[in-house]
């Protein structure tokens, strides 16, 4: 059986989570009370260090989850999405609403990238 | 390491990615405006495709997540389900309440598959 | 190919799925009309026992996702996770609000794990 490794654990969840050749990120989430544009680029850098950590990286997510706690964000967080994501090898996808932690976080993202 | 393969691949998100015996679907939303009996019915039948296309059909799906935009619209989404999933071979499923990306799609469902 | 295996499976949804080492449940949900940290201990018993029965454990836990249907009771269902949870091995953990199948339930919590 493959052993599981996980990185930035604490004691009530790990930030990046190694198994059987693919690695499962925590909910990332940015600056509390910033732009979505802000937390949004924070969010996908610290994917970026979490993936290269994990010896994975953005061409190998294969699975993204977007939570914004608004719709009206949409066109906002895509815009810094769009600029981020490898267009080559881009990732299943899904966007809904869902209110966060608390009310300064505005997106969340979670990711599933192969190792 | 096994292969990364991609469906439907656009700039922003791929419909399906294939690794390691495992296929994610994209968030699949049905046609704006229609009724919540029409939209389920429209994404199942992509589900079909894309599965299929992907090796997969769906009995073999693992996991499933379904976005409602109401949970009023819980039962009719269900017969919806009800007659279309391989009742021997059902997946594990979550069912929450998530405004979409717009106000005109009102079920969003995403799919783990084995290839 | 990984043979697929369902527990407690009905013909809308199964408890559990294995496949490729990897277990996927059905979002949890507790007794209706419970407070939240009871609703949280009931989820957190049906896991054990899911991952019991699926050869795998609270320690093998590589994902978890979390609805609850308003934040408001982030902190009491906090309480119960990290009591529960095995602080050693700490799955990545994403949590949202998000309204369930009847407004009796207030927290749901899907989990993948290792087998």
Known sequence: MSEIKRL???????QAVIYNGTVWLAGQVGSPGKSITEQTATILSQVDKLLSEAGSSKSKIL???IWLSSMDDFDEM???????????????R????ARLATPDYNVEIMVIAAV
């Open 94 to 97: 899904a966007c809904g609403e």
């Open 63 to 65: 699975q993204t989850t």
């Open 8 to 14: 930035k654990s604490g004691p009530r969840m790990s």
């Open 78 to 92: 895509n815009l810094v999405w769009d600029n981020w994501v490898d267009q080559e090898n881009t990732p299943a």
